[in-house]
Structures are given as structure tokens and as C-alpha cells.
């Protein structure tokens, strides 16, 4: 089985396309099917923001389509940044510009570390109009000092429950086995294959 992935995220297509295919499914990126331009992304919550995306890909190809939308959410911050996670430090903010903001955010409040968690939401849009939605999250707590290499975004910041290692330390398969991506991948799976006429 083959699903076509709407994102610009590069860490999360590989994300996807482990967890994915430890259940046969192969996943390719939109950019392999179609050059098509962003929708903005307006919405409220992940999951209105994933049901958007889905939803414009999945008409404009004519295939089913799956997008995902996730961030974290740090206690100290009131859940900020939350669903401007990719934005945190502007509209075209990297992902070190994003981690700085964080660790000046939790130092201006004195402080070295706080309680927080990713959280994903998954939409898979059929361009005759139905969906599958599911949603993951992984709770941990964030530092100041980054470690590691691995992952992406907020990774090398967010040390994960019952963890010592922070994500970015963790290998590609460790990281899918706990994370919010990783659990949020296997309800999908599950809903899919619950589905007849797949
Ligand atoms: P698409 O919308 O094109 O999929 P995006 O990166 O803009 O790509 P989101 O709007 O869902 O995706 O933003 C997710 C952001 O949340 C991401 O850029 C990171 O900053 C953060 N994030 C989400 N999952 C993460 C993970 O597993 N590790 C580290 N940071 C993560
Ligand atoms: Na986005």
C-alpha cells in the first residue's frame, strides 16, 4: 500500500516513512506527485490545521492524502508555542532560532527546566470527502542545555518521561516507539485497517 504525505518537514516524511513501513505501507511525499502551493495554515488547533491540509491535498491530486500538524507545549509558557511551534521565533524561523527562543523564554522566568509535551494530531483525507483522524502525544520536560544530533525541531530541548537521554539523542526507531508521531502513526493504522474496502 502506498500513502502520499503533505508536509515540508523533512523530519517528519522520515519519521513517517519508518514507523510506516514496519506495516508495509510506503509513504511518499507530495513533492513527488504534484507541485502544488502551501495553504496557509489559519487554524486554531492541530487538528483543524492537519484536517486543512489534508483536505486541499487530497482534492487537488485526487488521492487519498495524509497530513500531520504538532507541536509542544511548555507548562511554564501556558502551552506555548503549541501550534506555532515551526514559527516560534518568526513566520521563517529555523529550527535553532526556534530552540533559542525557548531557552530565553525559560531563563527571562529564571528558570532551567519545565514539564511539557509534544502532542500530534493525523488526518487522512479521501478527496471523495471522509477521514480518519488520530492523535498522539509523548509528556517530558524541556531544558536549557540542548544534547544530540538526532531528530528535528525541539528534539536536542525535550528529555522525555522516564528518560535520561533527550529525543535528539535517541535513535530514528527509539524515537517513533515513544514519541507523540510515533503513537499517533499506530491508532491511524489501526483505524485503516479497521476500514473495509481499503
Ligand atoms: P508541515 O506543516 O509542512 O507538515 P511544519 O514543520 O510547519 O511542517 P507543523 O506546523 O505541524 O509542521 O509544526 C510542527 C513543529 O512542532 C515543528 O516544526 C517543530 O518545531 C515542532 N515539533 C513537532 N514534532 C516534533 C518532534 O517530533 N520533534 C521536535 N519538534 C517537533
Ligand atoms: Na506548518
New binding site residues.
Partial sequence: MEIVF????K??LR?FQEKLSHFGIKVISIDQVKRLK?PP?TGNT?LE??YQ?AVYYAKAIGKPVI??????EVEALGGL?G?R????AGENAT?DM?NQKLIDELKKRGLFESPAR?V?FIVLAFPEGMGLWSEGEVKGKVITEPRGNG?????PL?VPEDYLKT?AELSLDE?NKI???GKAIEKLVKLIKEMKNW
Fill in positions: 503533505a508536509s515540508k518537514n523530519g517528519k519519521e502551501e495554515e492541530f490545521n492537519a491540509k497530513s500531520e500538524d504538532s507541536g509542544l508555542p501550534v511551534s515551526s514559527r516560534f529550527d526556534n509534544y500530534s531528530g528535528f525541531g525541539y528534539d525535550f529525543m524515537k514519541s507523540h508521531r
